[in-house]
């Protein structure tokens, strides 16, 4: 019986064909395993790539604010606030080229402001480095709690901190007190340069900044804004309780809540007198006391520099970038953060 005859080619063929596929299986397993490692690196590398354009989609959303703050140079014709206050059309995801910014207040006048979006101004605040000694120690009663003496005792080494006479004053802190910490340092006996500064004042403990930091500034002459400052800043300039709220209810319109359509402003502060007078009258006491901040130049209409905080991200893309800033109608950028 005849038998079939192997062909001595076959057996390498059918080999070599099993190795092909195995050496295929091993590469697209390879080709795989390398997939899933690039990708999340590629998408990294995308996500570093977009943040790093968020630094300047911020500089360029707060450069378009300052024109518009710029272009809204008086506060209006007394019955209208001013452009830059809670302003969603303006503020609130505007487009941007590729990006998209909102501007919002900042985080410690966000309790005061929720939900809004515009700029909030600085002249609303005392100013810690011209205010005279009752104003202070009354801020420091109001929104610290602080006694008088409490009060008065703080006040004094805020004082000795920012003046240039390197001789204490009464209830005031030399620099012996400074000098005994550790790590010592030196009374300053400068301006403050910013709020954050004032933590390390003699007597003022954390809790204290916190209860005072966001009606306090370094910004601006002094003046306080009368259609912008709220209740304990208008009491710490020394007006009564029944003053202020007549100032707050002119403000809020007829609807009596302020942030809404029918808000109106004080045009000049020579008016305001007469103002109230009309609108139900006001006490000879306080119309002295109007008089008095009005010819001491600690009231003002209108404000000139800004704070906010405007959160940035490219379209469709939920990475964001939040950037601290105070600027001024001069379009200087004052100060710059980013979180």
Not at 62 to 87: C, H, L, S, V, Y
Not at 177 to 196: A, G, M, R, T, V
Request: with cysteine.
């Amino acid at each position: 019986m005849l038998k079939p005859r192997n062909h001595p080619e076959e057996a390498p063929q059918g080999s070599i064909l099993i190795i092909a596929l195995w050496l295929l299986f091993v590469l697209a397993a390879l080709a795989v395993a390398m997939g899933a490692y690039i990708a999340p690196q590629i998408a990294i590398a995308q996500r570093l790539k977009n943040n790093a354009l968020l630094p300047y989609i911020a500089r360029a959303a707060i450069f378009q604010t300052m024109n518009k703050a710029a272009r809204d140079a008086a506060p209006g014709d007394g019955m209208r606030p001013e452009a830059w206050r809670r302003n969603e059309n303006e503020f609130k995801e505007s487009v941007l080229g590729q990006g998209v910014f909102s501007i919002m207040p900042s985080a410690e006048d966000a309790l005061r402001f929720p939900e809004a979006f515009g700029l909030a101004d600085e002249e609303r605040k005392i100013n810690i480095n011209k205010a005279p000694r009752e104003v202070l120690s009354r801020l420091f009663q109001l929104a610290a709690y602080l006694s008088p003496k409490e009060a008065d005792r703080v006040t004094g080494a805020i004082l000795d901190w920012r003046d240039p006479n390197k001789n204490p004053r009464q209830n005031g802190s030399d620099n012996d007190y400074y000098q005994s910490l550790n790590p010592p340092y030196s009374c300053k006996h400068s301006k403050f340069e910013i709020i954050d500064e004032l933590k390390l004042v003699h007597w003022v403990t954390g809790d204290i900044f916190e209860r005072v930091r966001s009606r306090l500034t370094v910004y601006g002459e002094g003046q306080i804004n009368v259609n912008t400052a709220d209740s304990l800043v208008l009491q710490s300039l020394g007006c009564s309780a029944m003053l202020t709220d007549q100032i707050l209810r002119f403000r809020a319109g007829p609807d009596g809540g302020e942030g809404t359509a029918d808000d109106r402003v004080f045009a000049a502060v020579e008016a305001i007198p007469e103002i109230l007078q009309k609108g139900g009258g006001i006490s000879a006491k306080d119309k002295e006391k109007l008089k008095g901040l009005i010819l001491g130049g600690w009231l003002s209409t209108g404000s000139s520099f800004f704070s906010g905080v405007a959160r940035v991200h490219q379209a469709g893309s939920k990475d964001f970038l939040d950037v601290s800033f105070i600027f001024g109608r001069n379009k200087k950028i004052m100060a710059w953060s980013e979180a």
